[in-house]
T-cell receptor, first 116, second 113 residues
Framework: GAVVSQHPSWVICKSGTSVKIECRSL??????MFWYRQFPKQSLMLMAT?????????EQGVEKDKFLINHASLTLSTLTVTSAHPEDSSFYIC????????????FGQGTRLTVV | AQSVTQLGSHVSVSEGALVLLRCNYS??????LFWYVQYPNQGLQLLLK??????LVKGINGFEAEFKKSETSFHLTKPSAHMSDAAEYFC???????????FGQGTRLTINP
């Protein structure tokens, strides 16, 4: 199947700094990518839909100025957590689909962010 | 908007026993339904999907699920549990015409020796 790669797999940062997470589709082009957040022992919460060449669509309650998404090419989307605080510590996962809503979504391995 | 509910955040079965993980969706139009598995510290892997073809769907690792429109359900089953099946299982739904995938709360499956 298709491969989605996330980097870094884990990161520790100081409170107040910004952190960038990359999501790449390695063997296919993804016009749309998705960013999820997962708290320990909980489900994946969709944060936003990243659209190549246009603004991301954020889910209700997600601060777009806090979580900046850029989808500059058909194989790369980035999520930047700005002015990170300890409550932003979480597992962030990206995914992409090769086709429409009836097709499999492929997931990155996730990024564990710890803000100290 | 569609939603999906997984009944039971934690299911524990004995090795060799039947596995049944429940999933119900709420949508006026039957959506596309998926089951994903997540092993510790790993990404999600597709087990199977329903896309309006056969209502009984067979997936990997011996899992299968049956779409029941009358019950708005898509429960996941496996006849005989293996220790390696211990993981977190997520039911997910996409509406027709919508790209985003919405997940249920997840069910942690524990296998007892």
């Amino acid at each position: 199947g298709a491969v989605v790669s996330q980097h870094p797999s884990w990161v520790i940062c100081k409170s107040g700094t910004s952190v960038k997470i990359e999501c790449r589709s390695l063997d296919f082009q993804a016009t749309t990518m998705f960013w999820y957040r997962q708290f320990p022992k909980q489900s994946l919460m969709l944060m936003a839909t990243s659209n190549e060449g246009s603004k991301a669509t954020y889910e209700q309650g997600v601060e777009k100025d806090k979580f900046l998404i850029n989808h500059a090419s058909l194989t790369l989307s980035t999520l930047t957590v700005t002015s990170a605080h300890p409550e932003d510590s979480s597992f962030y996962i990206c995914s992409a689909r090769v086709g429409g809503p009836n097709t499999e979504a492929f997931f990155g391995q996730g990024t564990r962010l710890t803000v100290v | 908007a569609q939603s999906v509910t997984q009944l039971g955040s934690h299911v524990s079965v004995s090795e060799g026993a039947l596995v049944l993980l429940r999933c119900n969706y709420s949508s006026s139009v039957p959506p596309y339904l998926f089951w994903y598995v997540q092993y510790p510290n790993q990404g999600l892997q597709l087990l199977l999907k329903y896309t309006s073809a056969a209502t009984l769907v067979k997936g990997i690792n011996g899992f299968e699920a049956e779409f029941k429109k009358s019950e708005t359900s898509f429960h996941l089953t496996k006849p005989s549990a293996h220790m390696s099946d211990a993981a977190e299982y997520f039911c997910a739904v996409s509406e027709q015409g919508a790209q985003k995938l919405v997940f249920g709360q997840g069910t942690r499956l524990t296998i007892n020796p």
